[in-house]
């Protein structure tokens, strides 16, 4: 019997639409994975559920190290809050006792005082059990971040409260006697409630007035701001006022490009302040410009078409649109793409107005990236740019795949979906995953060369 043969090799991997993807290690499939994922939510092609069960399964085999710096990464630069959270209770889930491991993972990646009641929702979601001593560690050095202020304005009735919390890890007052009547009084649920737009308005405070004072006084916060359009609206609050607050806070402002376009959707009325503060935040200080012509494509493809999350009114195409938006913000020169069937540039508009146009380029429905690639080239856009970003969920037609990168500037692959298999990019692209200003950030700091190819 012959016994000498050869070892049989798994078939390549595809995506979804069934262009050869690329072989992943364990680490960067849940790097990828995760800086895409809204965690439970459902996609276009998987399921929320079969995501998070390959976050776990991938947990299981990646390096803790890896995953403890990955869980702070996804909440500190990429905004994430629930996926963190269950990164570090798949360190728990392994067994790991040590403070670098779990409780280090655990204090970094809270970073509001709820996330220490969702912590413990994550850990208790089978069942009730005893809290291990790194997680009792964490969440009380994770306490102690938080002030009086902080801790009135999420001591919230739920399944968890902040009380359980304190009562379950005891962190200590380090003998400050402010701290420790914090203490005291969060255990006898004696906190006085924090000046809130929430609590005021639970008090049945005339809203209008309420909004306005909150405004006036800087007290509503730009993420709160642009949650609340729509009530504002329809409290009536003068509509300067609301502009005023729109503009002033867009040159700091930490919100995602995308959160504009869900504001706009919820308050139109306010279209052209937010059309105006999503200009100023793409051009803000912090970011660099990107020299040269950049050449930005977009994927309008169908699979594009689904929303974040359940709740979200947002798409994955108009969040990567957004995100072109802050690139050609920061572009010295730049020309805007589209494709699906086709590949088609439109004249870039102003702010949201870009949105609508990509979104309106062409009939959304199949993923021919590199036959668009291809076509740019045969009109000899690619020799002429510095880069081409290319915004897209990977899931390309087969025989679409990226071609090998030849030309003169860079190539770069966003990628804004969470799917088990994307693109090769081993032939001179460059991959990023996705959807916040670090992926421009990225960009910059590659071009300067402080990464290794």
């Given at each position: 019997?012959r016994?000498?043969?050869?070892?049989p090799t798994?078939?390549a991997p595809?995506?979804?639409?069934?262009?050869r993807a690329a072989?992943?290690?364990p680490?960067?499939?849940l790097?990828?994975?995760?800086?895409?994922?809204l965690l439970?939510e459902?996609t276009?092609?998987?399921?929320?559920n079969a995501?998070?069960?390959?976050?776990?399964?991938?947990?299981?085999?990646?390096?803790p190290?890896?995953?403890g710096d990955?869980?702070i990464?996804a909440?500190t630069?990429?905004?994430?809050r629930?996926?963190?959270?269950?990164?570090?209770?798949?360190?728990v889930?392994?067994?790991l006792?040590?403070?670098?491991h779990v409780?280090r993972v655990?204090?970094?990646?809270i970073q509001?005082?709820d996330?220490?009641?969702?912590f413990?929702?994550l850990?208790?979601k089978?069942?009730?059990c005893?809290?291990a001593k790194q997680v009792?560690?964490?969440?009380?050095?994770?306490f102690?971040?938080f002030?009086?202020?902080?801790?009135s304005?999420?001591d919230?009735?739920?399944?968890?409260?902040l009380?359980d919390?304190?009562f379950?890890?005891?962190p200590?007052?380090c003998?400050?006697?402010?701290?420790a009547d914090?203490?005291?009084?969060l255990a006898?649920k004696?906190?006085?409630?924090?000046?809130?737009?929430e609590v005021?308005l639970?008090?049945?405070?005339?809203k209008?007035?309420t909004?306005?004072?909150?405004?006036?006084?800087?007290?509503l916060g730009?993420m709160?701001?642009?949650?609340?359009?729509r009530n504002?609206?329809?409290?009536k609050?003068?509509?300067?006022?609301v502009?005023d607050?729109?503009?002033s806070?867009a040159?700091?402002s930490?919100?995602?490009p995308?959160r504009f376009?869900?504001?706009?959707?919820?308050?139109p009325?306010?279209?052209t302040?937010?059309?105006?503060a999503?200009?100023?935040s793409?051009?803000?200080?912090?970011?660099?410009q990107l020299?040269?012509t950049?050449l930005?494509?977009i994927d309008?493809?169908?699979?594009?078409?689904?929303?974040?999350?359940?709740?979200?009114?947002i798409?994955r195409?108009?969040?990567?649109?957004?995100?072109?938006?802050?690139?050609?913000g920061?572009?010295?020169?730049?020309?805007v793409?589209?494709f699906?069937?086709?590949c088609?540039?439109?004249?870039p508009?102003?702010?949201l107005?870009?949105i609508?146009?990509v979104?309106?380029?062409?009939q959304?429905?199949?993923?021919?990236?590199?036959g668009?690639i291809k076509?740019?080239?045969?009109h000899?856009?690619?020799d002429?740019a510095?880069?081409?970003?290319?915004?897209t969920d990977?899931?390309?037609q087969?025989?679409?795949e990226?071609p090998?990168?030849?030309?003169?500037g860079r190539?770069?692959v966003?990628?804004?979906a969470?799917?088990?298999h994307?693109?090769?990019?081993?032939?001179?692209?460059?991959?990023?995953?996705g959807?916040?200003?670090?992926?421009?950030?990225f960009?910059?700091?590659?071009?300067?060369?402080e990464?290794?190819?």
């Amino acid at each position: 019997m012959r016994i000498n043969r050869p070892v049989p090799t798994a078939p390549a991997p595809r995506t979804h639409e069934g262009a050869r993807a690329a072989r992943s290690t364990p680490a960067r499939e849940l790097a990828r994975t995760v800086a895409t994922c809204l965690l439970w939510e459902n996609t276009f092609y998987e399921s929320g559920n079969a995501v998070a069960e390959r976050i776990a399964e991938l947990c299981k085999v990646v390096d803790p190290q890896l995953i403890g710096d990955l869980a702070i990464s996804a909440r500190t630069d990429l905004h994430l809050r629930h996926v963190p959270l269950f990164l570090a209770l798949q360190l728990v889930k392994r067994g790991l006792n040590s403070w670098y491991h779990v409780g280090r993972v655990i204090t970094e990646v809270i970073q509001r005082p709820d996330e220490m009641s969702e912590f413990l929702s994550l850990y208790w979601k089978d069942g009730k059990c005893p809290l291990a001593k790194q997680v009792k560690i964490g969440l009380a050095n994770a306490f102690k971040k938080f002030s009086l202020y902080q801790l009135s304005k999420w001591d919230r009735e739920s399944k968890v409260t902040l009380r359980d919390v304190m009562f379950l890890t005891h962190p200590k007052p380090c003998n400050d006697g402010e701290r420790a009547d914090l203490h005291t009084r969060l255990a006898n649920k004696s906190l006085e409630s924090a000046d809130t737009w929430e609590v005021a308005l639970s008090r049945g405070d005339n809203k209008k007035e309420t909004w306005e004072r909150l405004l006036s006084e800087r007290k509503l916060g730009y993420m709160a701001l642009l949650a609340n359009l729509r009530n504002m609206a329809e409290a009536k609050v003068d509509v300067r006022w609301v502009g005023d607050a729109i503009i002033s806070g867009a040159p700091t402002s930490k919100a995602l490009p995308f959160r504009f376009v869900a504001a706009a959707k919820a308050a139109p009325q306010w279209i052209t302040y937010l059309s105006e503060a999503m200009e100023i935040s793409a051009k803000r200080s912090d970011l660099g410009q990107l020299p040269g012509t950049t050449l930005l494509l977009i994927d309008v493809s169908g699979s594009m078409d689904a929303a974040l999350s359940a709740k979200s009114t947002i798409s994955r195409l108009e969040a990567a649109a957004a995100l072109a938006v802050l690139a050609r913000g920061v572009s010295a020169s730049c020309r805007v793409l589209t494709f699906s069937y086709s590949c088609v540039e439109i004249e870039p508009g102003y702010g949201l107005k870009m949105i609508e146009q990509v979104v309106n380029s062409q009939q959304h429905g199949a993923t021919y990236l590199g036959g668009s690639i291809k076509g740019m080239d045969a009109h000899g856009l690619l020799d002429l740019a510095s880069r081409l970003i290319v915004v897209t969920d990977e899931q390309a037609q087969r025989g679409h795949e990226l071609p090998k990168w030849t030309w003169p500037g860079r190539g770069y692959v966003i990628n804004v979906a969470p799917y088990e298999h994307g693109l090769s990019t081993k032939d001179g692209w460059v991959k990023i995953n996705g959807w916040s200003d670090r992926a421009i950030e990225f960009i910059q700091r590659y071009e300067r060369g402080e990464f290794d190819d």
